[in-house]
């Protein structure tokens, strides 16, 4: 029990002792630049069009129509959505049976 005490206390005290000191120039850092709303990503867009039979909920991210909630007036909601990006949508029943993977653009050329 000794030996590990004493084990322990050396390792402790040389670690203070690798420690290195301060350098006496440091100028400080500048602060960081600050953040600009227009910077931002464009947050989606949704439109709602209610008409007498249906409501209808469009999606939009960059300007982009992306999937179509329709909500009928009697019965069950439904999505068209545009898997592959050109433009022809595909009806799905509910966004959890055919799962839709998130696809975030994190930076454009």
Do not use: C
Not at 70 to 84: A, I, Q, R
Not at 88 to 99: D, I, M, T, Y
């Amino acid at each position: 029990m000794r030996l590990l005490s004493l084990l322990l206390l050396s390792a402790f005290s040389l670690a203070a002792l690798a420690e290195q000191p301060v350098p006496p120039k440091l100028e400080p850092l500048p602060p960081p630049p600050a953040f600009n709303v227009e910077d931002a990503p464009d947050e989606p867009e949704v439109t709602i069009t209610r008409e007498t039979e249906q409501t209808v909920e469009e999606f939009r991210a960059n300007g982009k129509l992306y999937m179509i909630k329709v909500t009928p007036k009697h019965g069950v909601p439904y999505y068209l959505v545009d898997e592959s990006g050109d433009g022809s949508f595909a009806r799905k029943e509910g966004p959890v049976p055919n799962l839709i993977v998130p696809r975030w653009i994190i930076h454009k050329f």
